[in-house]
DNA sequence: CTGCCTCGTGGCACATTCTGCCACGAAATC
DNA sequence: GATTTCGTGGCAGAATGTGCCACGAGGCAG
């Protein structure tokens, strides 16, 4: 679980290992880090509406105030391993070649994350089942949500000379892919699949856009 | 405005213009309705973060206590126009022919919901002007969310004979045309589209889904 | 018409989330 | 070693959302 979290946050540095972490932030990290495993620990053992900001604190050994300055909502917490993946697909999508086409990169990027979400795929069942079972989590996908998309399309705008993001192909591009993901994330959670991988190519590739 | 309400929610009846409101009816619906249109004009007027719900329930003259009857939270009102699309585009694909294609049914379902959005034009571009602004409403897009793209597919599934939902393919030409519809809606409300139902067409056409 | 039942409403208390403000103390800096 | 930075927690308060109960008007027999 642990490997899950944090070293992707603070802009990871291209800078080789530096690791130079003070105290300070080795501290903060600590207070997130424990905060987010109380809370996914006690949302796994009761279900999201029956544990309280208080509860989470209690098991953390922090104060409200301090969960409230490192989370904005409850429900910040449970959108920690979208942001995860959303930040692995975006980093494969700045270290993509320029050469290959939107959609190759695009896709590549997104056999890393389901690549990533099969390795954890114990924990993201888990929150999976947290985030179905509660009536007042408004996340009720684990997965790369729309609010993404616009984002996406401008990387992968940014690939290319003109770089126009506005372009509808390009949207619907990446609108329609993140689509074929979710279904394949949904797929890949509800029945067993026995290549999943290739399953996913399948979906990804079961797409074609007009040229 | 006051067309864009109501005579949706409480399954429409099909039986001809079955207007026996009772007097509780009456009232309940005026209810409701001076709420949504009270708190949209607020919202629209100062945004969504700086009216409150007792700001609603003083202009529409109801307590805190039956505005929270009606919705589930503030946020709750805001999804009304969301509500009411999706109502109409699974009316639509109830009463489609099971003659067409699964594809040919959702887009002609879509292009109604098209029409509609064009129709209301103004007033979904003042709530998503509102929820663009707003830093704590969750519902970014005022359009169809992905939340209910199950209930969709379910639908299309219901119209064959073996009811099957689950395939992927059934999943992904749901989600990916409710990505195109996303990418038109976008289009429509931040640049000017000459023939915004042609494309529509256009989008949703250039999606394909191998067979 | 009359009495009874249904049900929309509002008041009240309360749990809970989230924020602004301030002060303490440890870590970092000079 | 003195000063500044900054993570933390306490407190008060705004705001959302819910359970419970009572009132009163609408609906329904008789």
């Not at 290992?17 to 903060?28: A, F, V, Y």
């Amino acid at each position: 679980m642990r490997r899950f979290l944090r070293p992707a946050s603070p802009a990871r540095r291209h800078q080789k290992e530096q690791t130079i972490t003070t105290l300070r932030e080795r501290k903060r990290e600590q207070s997130r880090l424990g905060a987010v495993e109380a809370a996914w620990r006690l949302f796994i053992e009761r279900g999201y509406d029956h544990v309280t900001v208080a509860d989470i604190c209690a098991a953390a050994d922090i104060a409200p105030r301090t969960f409230h300055r490192y989370f904005a909502s409850k429900e910040d917490v449970v959108v920690e391993p979208v942001r995860r993946m959303t930040t692995l697909l975006t980093d494969h999508l700045l270290a993509s070649s320029p050469e290959i086409s939107d959609a190759d990169a695009l896709h590549q990027a997104q056999r890393e994350v389901g690549r990533f979400a099969l390795e954890h795929r114990e924990l993201l069942t888990a929150l999976r089942l947290v985030a179905r079972r509660s009536n007042h989590l408004r996340v009720s996908q684990i997965a790369l949500r729309p609010e993404q998309e616009a984002e996406i399309a401008t990387l992968l705008a940014a690939r290319r000379p003109d770089g126009d993001a506005t372009d509808w192909r390009l949207r619907l591009l990446v609108g329609s892919s993140t689509a074929a993901f979710r279904v394949w994330y949904e797929d890949v959670f509800t029945s067993e699949q026995p290549d999943p991988m290739a399953h996913l190519d399948t979906i990804l590739n079961a797409i074609t856009i007009s040229a």
